[in-house]
C-alpha cells in the first residue's frame, strides 16, 4: 500500500479532452513519438518497430498512460498492454481509442494510481518487460519516489521508457519571453487548470535518482528541443517533415538535448546475481 499522498498528484479529469488536441493533435505529438520510436527502434528488437518477433507477447505497463497513444503501438504489434491512471475521462479516451482499433484482447484499462497498482495485480503479474511513464513525473508530488515504484515493476532485463517535463527548457523559454519576474521568483509551476506541470524537474536531478537503481541508460534524448522557442509560431507547422528530421537530429546533441521541452531516457534493468 502506498505511503505517498498520491490524492495529491493530478488527476487529468478536467484536462482530458484539451490535452488530447493541444499535445497530440499536431506537430508537437508528433515530434514526441518520433523521437520515442527512434529510440526504441534502435535498443529495443521487440517494440512494435523492431525487427524480431519475440516467441511470446511482452507484458507492458504504461503507467499514467492517460490516452495510450505510444502504448497502443504496442498493442497493435500483438503485446499485452495495461494502461493504469487516476484519470477515468483519460481512460475513457483510451477505452474509445482501444475500442476503435480492435484491441481488446490485448490491452486491459485500470483506474487506480501508479503506486496503488500491486492492489489490483497478483504480485506475479506486477512484473513487466516494458514500463513506459511518460509525462507523469512532474505531475506528482514525490517523483523520486514515484522512481523507485517504476522500477519495482520492470523484469529483469526489462525496459523502463521514462519522459518528464524539462525546467531548464521552461526557465529559457520564460528569459525568452522576458518574464523575469517568474525567474527570479522561482515560480515555475503551472497555475491550475493549464498543462504548464506543477512539478517541472532538472534532468540532472532525474539522472542522479535513475544511477541510484539497478537500471544502465540506453538512450536519452530532447524532445522538442527547438519547435517551441520559434518566435512565430505560425513558422512552427510551416515545413513539419524538416522540423521533425531536424528535431531528430539535434535531439541527442549538447547543448540542444538538454533544452528539450521533455527528455527521454531508456533504461534497461539490470538483472542482479
Ligand atoms: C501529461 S498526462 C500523460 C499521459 C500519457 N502518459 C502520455 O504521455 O500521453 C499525465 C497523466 O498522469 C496521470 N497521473 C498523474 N498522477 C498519477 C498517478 N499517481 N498514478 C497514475 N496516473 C497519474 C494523469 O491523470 C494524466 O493522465
Redo the contacts with the bound molecule.
Keep these: 500500500m502506498s505511503k505517498q499522498p ?1 490524492h495529491q ?4 479529469d478536467d484536462l482530458a479532452k484539451r ?1 488530447q488536441k493541444n ?2 493533435g499536431g506537430l508537437k505529438g508528433e515530434i514526441r513519438l518520433a523521437v520515442l520510436e527512434r529510440d526504441f527502434r534502435e535498443h529495443f528488437f521487440y517494440s512494435p518497430f523492431g525487427e524480431k518477433s519475440p516467441t511470446k507477447p511482452l507484458r507492458v505497463l ?6 495510450g ?2 502504448s497502443l503501438r504496442f498493442a497493435q504489434a500483438g503485446h499485452k498492454v495495461i494502461i ?4 477515468s475521462e ?1 481512460l475513457k479516451l483510451a477505452e474509445q481509442e482501444v475500442e476503435k482499433l480492435g484491441l481488446q484482447q490485448q490491452v486491459q484499462l485500470i483506474h ?4 496503488d497498482l500491486p492492489q489490483y495485480l497478483d504480485v506475479d503479474s506486477c512484473e513487466f518487460d516494458v514500463v ?5 513525473m512532474e ?2 508530488t514525490n517523483p523520486q519516489a ?1 522512481l523507485v515504484s517504476l522500477n519495482a515493476y520492470v523484469k529483469p532485463d526489462g525496459f523502463l521508457s521514462l ?1 518528464f517535463y524539462n525546467l531548464h527548457s521552461l526557465i529559457y523559454k520564460n528569459l525568452l519571453r522576458t518574464n523575469f519576474k517568474k525567474i527570479q521568483q522561482q515560480d515555475f509551476g503551472g497555475a491550475r487548470g493549464s498543462l504548464t506541470p506543477i512539478n517541472p524537474l532538472y534532468p540532472e536531478q532525474v539522472f542522479e535518482w535513475l544511477n541510484s537503481l539497478p537500471l544502465n541508460r540506453l538512450a536519452t534524448s530532447g524532445i522538442r528541443v527547438f519547435h517551441d522557442y520559434i518566435f512565430n509560431e505560425e513558422h512552427r507547422e510551416r515545413e513539419p517533415q524538416n522540423v521533425i528530421a531536424l528535431e531528430l537530429e539535434f535531439s541527442r546533441k549538447q547543448p540542444y538535448q538538454l533544452l528539450g521541452r521533455y527528455i527521454h531516457v531508456l533504461s534497461q534493468h539490470i538483472a542482479l546475481e
Excluded: E, K, P
Excluded at 132 to 136: E, P, S
Design positions: 498520491v498528484d493530478r488527476n487529468f490535452f499535445i497530440y504504461d503507467a499514467g498512460g492517460g490516452q497513444q505510444f493504469c491512471d487516476i484519470s483519460m487506480c494510481a501508479i503506486q513506459l511513464c511518460h509525462a507523469v505531475w506528482v514515484l519522459t
